[in-house]
């Protein structure tokens, strides 16, 4: 769970990967961590990065909530998110080789194209609720992800 602080640790923050669990949750209150993940990313300032198969998963699960889907669009078309195209060549071949390697965590599809976007955003954090995997996982040479909701200490802001 989350601690207090001054906040200063998500101020300094400038990237995040987005991955499909919180961002469900963020849309639909009826998920078991829906206010954990709001308290998080309201006060969040700076450019959440995700891709388009986090995003496909993200369709998937919310197909049945009609308000929910209209959220997720406008939220995505925000000027702080960006959706990386993760249907090239390179990403690819990139996710097929992190799949086969992680098979027994397992990895899907979604984590793998996270694992890409990390290794091309230069960032460690990210918003994601499968501790599990992204403990295991590592990007570029065998660095860490930063679980931003398990690790980073922060305080919600309230006004």
Same mark, same amino acid.
């Given at each position: 769970?989350? !601690? @207090?602080?001054?906040?200063?640790?998500?101020?300094?923050?400038? =990237?995040? %990967?987005?991955?499909? /669990? *919180?961002?469900?949750?963020?849309?639909?209150?009826?998920?078991?961590?829906?206010?954990?993940?709001?308290?998080?990313?309201?006060?969040?300032?700076?450019?959440?990065?995700?891709?388009?198969?986090?995003?496909?998963?993200?369709?998937?699960?919310?197909g049945a909530e009609?308000?929910?889907? !209209? @959220?997720?669009?406008?939220?995505?078309?925000?000027?702080?998110? =960006?959706? %990386?195209?993760?249907? /090239? *060549?390179?990403?690819?071949?990139?996710?097929?080789?992190?799949?086969?390697?992680?098979?027994?965590?397992?990895?899907?599809?979604?984590?793998?194209?996270?694992?890409?976007?990390?290794?091309?955003?230069?960032?460690?954090?990210?918003?994601?609720?499968?501790?599990?995997?992204?403990?295991?996982?590592?990007?570029?040479?065998?660095?860490?992800?930063?679980?931003?909701?398990?690790?980073?200490?922060?305080?919600?802001?309230?006004?």
């Amino acid at each position: 769970m989350a !601690g @207090a602080n001054s906040g200063a640790e998500l101020e300094k923050m400038t =990237r995040c %990967l987005l991955d499909a /669990g *919180p961002l469900i949750a963020f849309f639909d209150a009826g998920e078991a961590e829906h206010e954990r993940v709001v308290a998080w990313m309201r006060p969040f300032r700076g450019e959440f990065i995700t891709t388009g198969a986090v995003v496909t998963e993200a369709f998937h699960f919310l197909g049945a909530e009609k308000r929910a889907l !209209g @959220a997720l669009v406008e939220f995505l078309q925000q000027p702080g998110v =960006r959706v %990386l195209d993760c249907f /090239g *060549p390179e990403s690819l071949n990139r996710a097929r080789d992190l799949m086969r390697k992680y098979a027994a965590v397992p990895m899907d599809f979604a984590d793998a194209t996270l694992v890409w976007a990390a290794e091309h955003s230069l960032t460690d954090d990210i918003l994601t609720l499968d501790e599990r995997g992204f403990r295991t996982f590592r990007h570029g040479r065998n660095r860490m992800f930063n679980l931003v909701i398990q690790d980073v200490q922060f305080r919600q802001v309230t006004t």
